[in-house]
């Protein structure tokens, strides 16, 4: 692949995705996309780019898209951001939702990869909301990644994704399966995983009355545009007063000013 031609396809997935990939990316890009243009039966990138564009099924973009956002993630991630969820973010949902007529609290995903972030998320809700009564909770994780949703939802994971998973948890919601371990039923059906792309203007505005959205580690992969486009989607998906947990090197005060900065025990948290 050329400079060039590593340009047009960058610039292609980012009008469609909001992806970039920076130039010191093109061996990462280039290596996985050599798979796909072999499996689609054409000699070059040039043919296959001409192909990619004008497909207007849209599966080959995904597909190049599954194997270009292949994330490695694990269990309990960035433990602090989670203690702070389950200490501080939830007693505060609670006292504002006994108030209110609706009592079901919504925590949202975002760019969930393999599931083990919002099963994490689904066992402190299941542990600390167990005995409240009449508050309900239930969790969407969203993805633009087909393959990794589908993974999500089996719900089996290596020793290595459970590894900072505490002892007790891994007995009450993971049920052994030789060297692997699977999440419960009772669990998994709490979790609703769906494809979304985040640059999805319609899609997006259906996100709605969310209390905590979990956009870790995803906005990385944006440029400064998309990125203030996606926190504007969000925003608009947060109930009034709802928090946003971005990845630990990543700032929403760089993005937008339209959250503010909540300094908490555990962590910071935006919030609207």
């Keep these: 692949m050329t400079a ?4 047009k396809l960058r610039d292609f997935i980012y009008r469609k995705t909001g992806i970039y990939f920076e130039e010191h990316k093109k061996y990462y890009v ?4 050599e798979s796909r243009i072999k499996a689609t039966g054409h000699d070059n990138f040039r043919s296959y780019f001409a192909w990619l564009r004008f497909d207007v099924t849209g599966q080959e973009l995904q597909e190049l898209i599954n194997i270009l956002t292949v994330n490695e993630t694990y269990f309990f991630r960035e433990y602090y951001q989670l203690k702070c969820f389950a200490e501080e973010i939830l007693p505060e949902l609670l006292e ?5 007529k609706q009592q079901k609290i919504r925590v949202w995903s975002a760019g969930c990869s393999t599931g083990e972030e919002p099963y994490t998320l689904a066992i402190i809700m299941e542990e600390m909301l167990e005995d409240v009564e009449r508050v309900t909770w239930e969790v969407h994780a969203t993805d633009i990644n087909t393959e990794v949703i589908e993974k999500a939802e089996i719900g089996l994971y290596s020793k290595r994704s459970v590894r900072l998973v505490p002892e007790e948890y891994k007995m009450r919601y993971f049920i052994r399966r030789g060297e692997f371990y699977e999440i419960i039923p009772e669990l998994r059906k709490k979790v609703k995983f769906y494809q979304l792309n985040l640059m999805d203007a319609a899609a997006m505005r ?6 905590v959205i979990f956009c870790r580690n995803v906005l990385i ?10 926190a504007l ?3 608009e998906a947060l109930t009034e007063g709802g928090y946003i947990f971005l990845g630990h090197s990543e700032s929403m005060s760089r993005i937008t000013p339209i959250f503010k900065l909540r300094r908490f025990k555990n962590a910071f948290v935006y919030q609207k």
């Design 233 to 235: 989607y969000f925003y």
């Design 96 to 100: 504002k939702k006994s108030k209110e």
């Design 221 to 230: 992969y944006f440029d400064d545009a998309s990125r203030r486009q996606v």
């Design 4 to 7: 060039e031609e590593f340009i």
């Design 206 to 211: 259906r996100m709605m009355d969310f209390d």
């Design 30 to 33: 280039e290596s996985r996309i």
